[in-house]
């Protein structure tokens, strides 16, 4: 989604930098892991860290793939109810599961961040 004064190219370029900065922050926790003795706790904490932000990352991927977001539209926001109903009946699961979305935003989503998840959980 973008605003008005966005282009979809625009809008695109943000999204993939707001995504990669999250891979590289999810990265940075990870490689910051210590599991020698008495840091088990410090470390945990690091991979959930981690895990987040790879979550934060695969929403706008997702979302990429919902017919309520598909080629960048732009987006008046929440304020307006009927935005809010008319986005939320594009984004049911039955939409999902009936048109055939679940493969591709699982698709995006193993695309874009599989390596990341990879190294993460590699630690």
């Known amino acids: 989604m973008r605003s008005n004064d966005q282009t979809s190219g625009q809008t695109e370029a943000l999204m993939n930098a707001f995504i990669d900065n999250l891979i590289s922050q999810a990265k940075a926790k990870s490689a910051s892991v210590d599991w020698e003795i008495g840091n088990i706790w410090r470390a945990e904490d690091e991979i959930k860290a981690a895990i987040c932000r790879l979550g934060k990352a695969q929403h706008p991927v997702a979302d990429t793939t919902s017919p309520a977001h598909k080629g960048f539209q732009v987006w008046g926001g929440l304020i307006h109810i009927r935005n809010a109903k008319e986005h939320a009946k594009q984004e ?19 695309t874009r961040l599989s390596g990341a998840i990879c190294e993460i959980l590699s630690y």
Do not use: K, N, Q
């Open 92 to 110: 049911t699961d039955e939409i999902f599961r009936s048109r055939g979305y679940l493969m591709p935003t699982v698709e995006a989503a193993d």
